[in-house]
């Protein structure tokens, strides 16, 4: 029997809430409301098989461009999340962290978002990143602004600038590459998630939409990637 080898370190584009709503006749509204209940459920199973590292895709520098008040509510929901679930961190020895660009975020959530932080920042059985106003594009960006700073500066060398040093700008310097994406709702696309970290990352696309995803579909996307041989190039 083939044995399954858990990655270390998942990452999910959370995709479909628009348009399950919309089959079923319902505002967008109430798909986003379900998404979270399967962020939820997610989290748990990640923990029970033995996920080190969850990064989930929440909400791009795009989605900036959707309308107000749907940005609001989605908004709303994170601030619920975060209040209702921070026992499920506590609980669990979850360390959160948020990546992406937080100058855009409101001072409230902001705050909030720093408090659970540091709350959290001890544990270890698993590092939850939710990707939040980020655009792969605009970190690497970032990175390249905050070396050319250093470098000016004279605290770095060019010719010691290579991929390792590279990745220790990124918001995701803390955590190793993912092993796995996961892909819900069919499409075949990165959607500026992520760019950099998976060049070598196996890939999952599943047709479900994000609220129906559940376990099971975890756990094959773990089998499916436990049967691949990982060459990174060689």
Sequence with gaps: MHRISVPQHIAIIMDGNGRWARKRGLPRMV???RGVETVKKIV???????????TLYAFSTENWLRPKREVKFLFKLLENFLDKELNLLHDNKIRLRVIGERYRLEERIRQKIEDIERSTADYDKLILNIALSYGSRQEILNAVRNISKDVRNGSLEPEDIDETVFSRYLYTRDCPDPDLLIRTSGEMRLSNFLLWQVSYTELYVVKKLWPDFNERDLRRAIEAYSKRERRFGR
Excluded: E, M, T
């Design 31 to 33: 798909g986003h409301r």
């Design 44 to 54: 748990k199973a990640s923990i029970r098989l033995g996920v080190r590292y969850l």
